[in-house]
């Protein structure tokens, strides 16, 4: 199976700062099938980007993912009070579907 | 609008069995693949098991495969997953999801849980 490690573990930033997240794929992640989501505490995750680049329906801007092969990166470009969360990014181009182990944004 | 609402959940012995439901609204159900996702307290997340919009294919994780099954009703436009064999390692919160594509891929359109707990 593909290994998704992501890091930092942990980022603290400032709000209005710029995040940037890495996700290392084990193996190459075919047609850029990657997907990243974000998680609040005591809520259900929800889906950011899909297809490596293309944002999710109503997610802002502000949120955008890059990358293939092997390494993929999110950024949000300007960190609103909203975007302190988990991220996690998946792989869906080889059976089994994984995850990462997540980084988690904090406010500094 | 669309939704997707967990249930079945519960505190449950070792080795016994419990089944969870996902009633689904707001969409064509039976036009979706799903997915189970799952969450060990504190821990990440971890897919669990898929299934075709019409039930023909499935595909589950190695850590559940033999013990759990996935399944789907579509005339009750409810989405269920079978586990047996419960051990402590499977407690987690369980999380129906929608395919935002078509069978395999991301997850969309999520739930918000239902909690398992193996314990004696």
């Known amino acids: 199976e593909i290994v998704l490690t992501q890091s930092p573990g942990t980022l603290s930033l400032s709000p209005g700062e710029r995040a940037t997240l890495s996700c290392r794929a084990s193996?190459?992640?075919?047609?850029?099938?990657l997907a990243w989501y974000q998680q609040k505490p005591g809520q259900a995750p929800r889906l950011l980007i899909y297809?490596?680049?293309h944002r999710a329906t109503g997610i802002p801007d502000r949120f955008s993912g890059s990358g293939s092969g092997t390494d993929f990166t999110l950024s949000i470009s300007r960190l609103q009070p909203e975007d302190f969360a988990v991220y996690y990014c998946?792989?869906?181009?080889?059976?089994?579907?994984?995850f990462g182990g997540g980084t988690k944004v904090q406010i500094k | 609008q669309v939704q997707l609402v967990e249930s079945g959940g519960g505190v449950v012995q070792p080795g016994r069995s419990l089944r969870l439901s996902c009633s689904a609204s707001?969409?064509?159900?039976?036009?979706?693949?799903m997915h189970w996702v799952r969450q060990a307290p504190g821990k990440g997340l971890e897919w669990v098991a898929d299934?075709?919009?019409?039930?023909?294919?499935?595909y589950d994780a190695d850590s559940v495969k033999g013990r759990f099954t996935i399944s789907r009703d579509n005339s009750k436009n409810t989405l269920y997953l079978q586990m047996n064999s419960l051990r402590p390692e499977d407690t987690a919160m369980y999380y129906c999801?929608?395919?935002?594509?078509?069978?395999?891929?991301?997850?969309?359109?999520w739930g918000k849980g239902t909690t398992v707990t193996v314990s004696s």
């Open positions: 297809g490596a680049s």
């Open positions: 707001g969409f064509t159900f039976s036009t979706y693949s």
């Open positions: 998946q792989q869906y181009g080889t059976s089994p579907l994984t």
């Open positions: 299934i075709s919009y019409d039930g023909s294919k499935k």
């Open positions: 999801a929608r395919d935002g594509y078509s069978y395999g891929y991301y997850m969309d359109v």
């Open positions: 193996q190459s992640v075919s047609t850029a099938y």
